[in-house]
């Protein structure tokens, strides 16, 4: 079996509603899918999905680096390998993990459509059939906006309800106080996600210790990527686990961790660690050094979502609630997956189904479409 043809397809997929993070209001995702088709007739999807604010990575620039770099790389190729695939695309470029995820993921899933297993299957075999979601509330015009999402999250059941912060941590405070009064001091954890907007200011140190009243479960990367030493010092004084995301780019962010890990949580994510395959390798260390780890997402469409599930059914020991519900954002209409796992719920079901146990409906895509680029 061989790689025959590469499909390129940017798009611009709309939201249902604008999601604010402190940089930014998004009101669509703008991402890459990619079809990756066989001479044996079997074709498997992935999906790029950029985030050009904390890692350098657009749409434009993924399917530069798709159309001129990697995709090229595959074509005449044995798509069973991956392995040997994804370290060809290492060698031809050392970062750009989003348009590595893309060809790693469609690699998965057609990998496990030719052997009839699931891709969690190819990752050596899942330890949970079910994954517990997070509910996530996006810095909205008003804070009783934000407190009617969040509750609206507890009556569905959802454990843990996620804010987006990262402005000005004073700011933070007023809207999970108000959020935590409003739902009881009984009611669902409240995490915060910083976004790295803290930068390691004197308001965080004055102001940071009382998210443990709050019943604040995380404390989600306050400072940039690289401030290891900042994160140190903060995990020591506080009492509230720091969860790490925009850290964990690589292998070397893992070794990091592993040197001192108590009071840290992992965030894997399949689009920054650059597919599947990588991902599963840095969940395996994060298990084996005994630091907890949970999954999340990347602002993907149900496509690189359903691989993220998969990543997350690894996982031995479930200490927190995953970040899997972002697919659940894109405008129905534009939904080009037709048995997507259903995320409105507390939990989400693994799939069974070969591959990454989905129908790509790719002819939906094309309204969707920027370009299509076809490298054979």
Same mark, same amino acid.
């Given at each position: 079996?061989?790689i025959?043809?590469?499909?390129?397809?940017?798009?611009?997929?709309?939201?249902?509603?604008?999601?604010?993070?402190?940089?930014h209001q998004?009101?669509?995702?703008?991402n890459?899918y990619?079809? !990756?088709?066989? &001479?044996?007739?079997?074709?498997?999807?992935?999906?790029?999905g950029?985030?050009?604010?904390?890692?350098g990575?657009t749409?434009?620039?993924?399917?530069?680096v798709?159309?001129?770099?990697?995709?090229?790389?595959?074509?005449?190729? &044995?798509?069973?390998?991956?392995?040997?695939?994804?370290?060809?695309?290492?060698?031809?470029?050392?970062?750009?993990?989003?348009?590595?995820?893309?060809?790693?993921?469609?690699?998965?899933?057609?990998?496990?459509?030719?052997?009839?297993?699931?891709?969690w299957?190819?990752?050596?075999?899942?330890?949970?059939?079910?994954?517990?979601?997070?509910?996530?509330?996006?810095?909205d015009?008003?804070i009783?906006?934000?407190v009617?999402?969040?509750?609206?999250?507890?009556?569905a059941?959802?454990?843990?309800?996620?804010?987006?912060?990262?402005?000005?941590?004073?700011?933070?405070?007023?809207?999970l106080r108000?959020?935590?009064?409003?739902?009881?001091q /009984?009611?669902?954890?409240?995490?915060? &996600?910083?976004?790295?907007?803290?930068?390691?200011s004197?308001e965080?140190?004055?102001?940071?210790?009382?998210?443990?009243?709050?019943?604040?479960?995380?404390?989600?990367?306050p400072?940039?990527?690289?401030?290891?030493?900042?994160?140190?010092?903060?995990?020591?004084?506080?009492r509230?686990p720091?969860?790490?995301?925009?850290?964990?780019?690589?292998?070397?962010?893992?070794?990091?961790?592993a040197?001192?890990?108590?009071?840290?949580?992992?965030? !894997?994510?399949v689009q920054?660690?650059?597919g599947?395959?990588?991902?599963?390798?840095?969940?395996d260390?994060?298990q084996?050094?005994?630091?907890?780890?949970? !999954?999340?997402?990347?602002?993907?469409?149900?496509v690189?979502?359903?691989?993220?599930?998969h990543?997350?059914?690894?996982?031995?020991?479930?200490?927190?609630?995953? /970040?899997?519900?972002?697919a659940?954002?894109v405008?129905?209409?534009?939904?080009?997956?037709?048995?997507?796992?259903?995320?409105?719920?507390?939990?989400?079901?693994?799939?069974?189904k070969?591959?990454?146990?989905?129908?790509?409906?790719?002819?939906?895509?094309?309204?969707?479409?920027?370009?299509?680029?076809?490298?054979?």
């Amino acid at each position: 079996m061989k790689i025959t043809e590469v499909v390129i397809r940017p798009v611009d997929i709309p939201r249902k509603d604008s999601f604010g993070v402190w940089r930014h209001q998004y009101k669509v995702l703008p991402n890459v899918y990619v079809a !990756i088709h066989t &001479d044996d007739g079997v074709t498997g999807y992935g999906e790029a999905g950029p985030i050009a604010d904390y890692f350098g990575e657009t749409q434009e620039t993924a399917v530069e680096v798709l159309r001129k770099y990697l995709a090229p790389l595959v074509i005449g190729k &044995d798509p069973l390998n991956i392995r040997e695939r994804v370290a060809e695309l290492d060698r031809a470029l050392p970062r750009n993990p989003c348009a590595k995820a893309s060809i790693d993921i469609a690699l998965h899933d057609l990998k496990g459509k030719v052997l009839g297993v699931p891709a969690w299957s190819l990752l050596g075999g899942r330890a949970q059939s079910k994954i517990p979601l997070t509910f996530v509330v996006g810095i909205d015009s008003s804070i009783e906006k934000m407190v009617e999402k969040a509750l609206n999250g507890q009556k569905a059941g959802f454990p843990t309800i996620k804010v987006k912060g990262g402005n000005d941590i004073r700011q933070d405070l007023h809207h999970l106080r108000t959020m935590r009064q409003a739902m009881g001091q /009984d009611g669902s954890w409240l995490r915060l &996600d910083a976004n790295t907007g803290y930068n390691n200011s004197p308001e965080t140190w004055r102001y940071v210790d009382q998210l443990e009243a709050l019943k604040v479960v995380l404390l989600e990367q306050p400072f940039p990527a690289e401030e290891w030493e900042a994160l140190r010092a903060l995990r020591n004084r506080i009492r509230t686990p720091i969860l790490l995301d925009e850290s964990m780019q690589s292998g070397w962010a893992m070794q990091q961790l592993a040197r001192s890990p108590e009071g840290f949580v992992a965030n !894997i994510k399949v689009q920054i660690a650059g597919g599947l395959l990588k991902a599963s390798q840095l969940v395996d260390a994060a298990q084996h050094f005994r630091i907890p780890v949970m !999954i999340g997402s990347h602002r993907e469409s149900h496509v690189g979502n359903t691989a993220s599930i998969h990543l997350a059914s690894l996982i031995n020991k479930m200490d927190y609630t995953c /970040d899997q519900r972002y697919a659940f954002a894109v405008a129905p209409d534009a939904d080009v997956v037709e048995d997507s796992p259903r995320l409105d719920v507390p939990t989400v079901a693994v799939p069974d189904k070969p591959g990454l146990g989905i129908a790509v409906n790719w002819k939906k895509t094309e309204p969707l479409a920027l370009a299509t680029y076809n490298i054979k």
